[in-house]
Nanobody, 125 residues
Framework: EVELVESGGGLVQPGGSLRLSCTAS????????MGWVRQAPGNELEWVSG????????WYAAFVRGRFTISRDNAENTLYLQLTKLKTEDTAVYYC??????????????????RGQGTQVTVSS
């Protein structure tokens, strides 16, 4: 059974930083692209970032490029998202997501299936 557990969210001021983590189990983590998606109140789920299975290729939504960095540690079955220069509009529940297909995809929302329970990020002064 796929299990994804996010942590690291919290309240931060505009311009601040956070580091989100996601611990994965129940599947061959190193073989799947992974990603982060988010959902703000009243909004639809949106794709934030993805990373290839080996970690060499990353993708970012335009609204976070240059501010967020995705990475993974396949030895520890852990996915990360470093958030910097946070804006109030980044406030959302952030979910770790596993790609539907082994070794494929990661650059759009439709590539992902399973999600964790999410971690709340609130950016406010």
């Amino acid at each position: 059974e796929v299990e994804l557990v996010e942590s690291g969210g919290g309240l931060v001021q505009p311009g601040g930083s956070l580091r989100l983590s996601c611990t994965a189990s129940g599947f061959a983590f190193s073989g799947y692209p992974m990603g982060w998606v988010r959902q703000a109140p009243g909004n639809e789920l949106e794709w934030v970032s993805g990373i290839a299975a080996g970690g060499a290729t990353t993708w970012y939504a335009a609204f976070v490029r240059g501010r967020f960095t995705i990475s993974r540690d396949n030895a520890e079955n852990t996915l990360y998202l470093q958030l910097t220069k946070l804006k109030t509009e980044d406030t959302a529940v952030y979910y770790c997501a596993k790609a539907k297909r082994y070794g494929r995809g990661g650059s759009k929302l439709e590539d992902f299936a399973d999600r964790g329970q999410g971690t709340q990020v609130t950016v406010s002064s």
